[in-house]
């Protein structure tokens, strides 16, 4: 779920960073609710939607590794197996 959340908020931080640009905006007059937003401010929102999402991406690709238990026989260790 993370990294659904965390690819919105990069494409939503691309594209007001996108709309920021005066350029653009043509191509982007959907977010047309954004014009009384000064572009600086804009820029910013953007970066930090983009910063959010690339650390929830990053943040959910960490798979919980299983710890490892000796198998004893006697006092040798003979194995190891997962423990759960």
Do not use: C, D
Not at 8 to 33: C, D, N, R
Not at 70 to 77: D, Q
Request: proline share 2%.
């Amino acid at each position: 779920m993370k990294k659904i959340g965390g690819w919105i908020f990069t494409i939503a931080g691309l594209m007001v960073l996108a709309y920021g640009v005066e350029s653009l905006k043509i191509y982007l007059g959907f977010l047309s609710l954004l014009n009384n937003i000064p572009n600086t401010y804009l820029m910013i929102a953007g970066l930090v939607l983009v910063v959010v999402g690339i650390v929830l991406l990053m943040g959910s690709g960490r798979v919980r590794q299983s710890e490892e238990v000796p198998i004893y026989r006697g006092k040798n260790i003979v194995g190891y197996r997962r423990h759960k």
